[in-house]
């Protein structure tokens, strides 16, 4: 790849999207074999009302030399195993474009369906306690609320 060249986009999906991706891959895999050690949090993720059927979830410290720690959400709800202190939470998840063609008749486009103020510019904080409960629920919503 030449200096200054861009990567084309994968099937509708961005270059940030697919590096938000590694980041929770990474934090997945980092938790080791065997049992995981750490403290367990739970929740829950919907949008509109709705529980996000498929997403990514990443806790990510204020320590920047302490790595992520994030999971999958399916039907709404999630589970990370990791350190206790304050976290940035940013949550991610896609669905197929509107007015994309069926895999049958070419690539599905995907975009991003939850807001930048949830993700890439999140306002949302937690923190996770040694003792627990660590159960958190995170209702987002597409428009933001006018004052």
């Known amino acids: 790849m030449t200096e200054g060249s861009r990567l084309p ?3 509708g999906t961005f270059r940030g999207d697919i590096a938000f991706l590694c980041l929770v891959a990474i934090a997945i895999a980092s ?3 065997g049992k995981p050690a750490g403290v367990v949090s739970t929740g829950t993720v919907t949008l509109d009302g709705k529980p996000v059927a498929n997403g ?3 806790f990510q410290p204020e320590d ?3 790595a992520a720690e994030g999971s999958m959400i399916q039907a709404g709800k999630f589970r990370i195993v990791g350190k206790p202190g304050k976290r940035r939470v940013e949550i991610s998840a896609s669905a197929p474009a509107p007015g994309t063609p069926d895999p049958p008749t070419g690539p599905v486009q995907f975009v991003e369906i939850v807001p930048d103020r949830y993700n890439k510019s999140t306002t949302l904080v937690v923190e996770v306690k040694e003792s627990g409960p660590n159960t958190f ?4 919503e597409s428009q933001a609320k006018r004052p």
Do not use: E, H, M, S
């Open 31 to 33: 938790g080791g074999c």
């Open 137 to 140: 629920t995170f209702d987002l």
């Open 56 to 58: 990514a979830i990443v």
């Open 9 to 11: 986009a994968i099937d």
């Open 64 to 66: 920047k030399r302490v």
